[in-house]
């Protein structure tokens, strides 16, 4: 059964950082794409990075390219968000995404 489970949200102020961690299991992680999506309240969800499964190469949103930073440990089966100078517009639900399977979400709300 494939599991998603992500953690590190939280609310931080604009320029902040946090970082975003997403444990799987249930699958081959190692030979397995991984992305980050998010989803902002009355918007779609939309695709924030992706990272292939060596590691070896990264795409990311224009609005997120410079500032974030996607990566992934296959020891320890966890992809990882690196999040920098936050802004308010991040503020979203982040989801882990393997296939067509998702994690639960969790909340990074950027605020004064």
């Known amino acids: 059964q494939v599991q998603l489970v992500e953690s590190g949200g939280g609310l931080v102020q604009p320029g902040g950082s946090l970082r975003l961690s997403c444990q799987a299991s249930?699958?081959?992680?190692?030979?397995?794409?991984m992305s980050w999506y998010r989803q902002a309240p009355g918007k779609e969800r939309e695709l924030v990075a992706t990272?292939?499964?060596?590691?070896?190469?990264?795409n990311y949103a224009d609005s997120v390219k410079g500032r974030f930073t996607i990566s992934r440990n296959n020891a320890k089966n966890t992809v990882y968000l690196q999040m920098n100078s936050l802004k308010f517009e991040d503020t979203a639900v982040y989801y882990c995404?393997?296939?067509?399977?998702w994690g639960q979400g969790t909340q990074v709300t950027v605020s004064s």
């Open positions: 995404k393997s296939q067509s399977s």
């Open positions: 249930g699958f081959a992680f190692s030979r397995t794409v």
């Open positions: 990272i292939t499964s060596a590691g070896g190469r990264t």
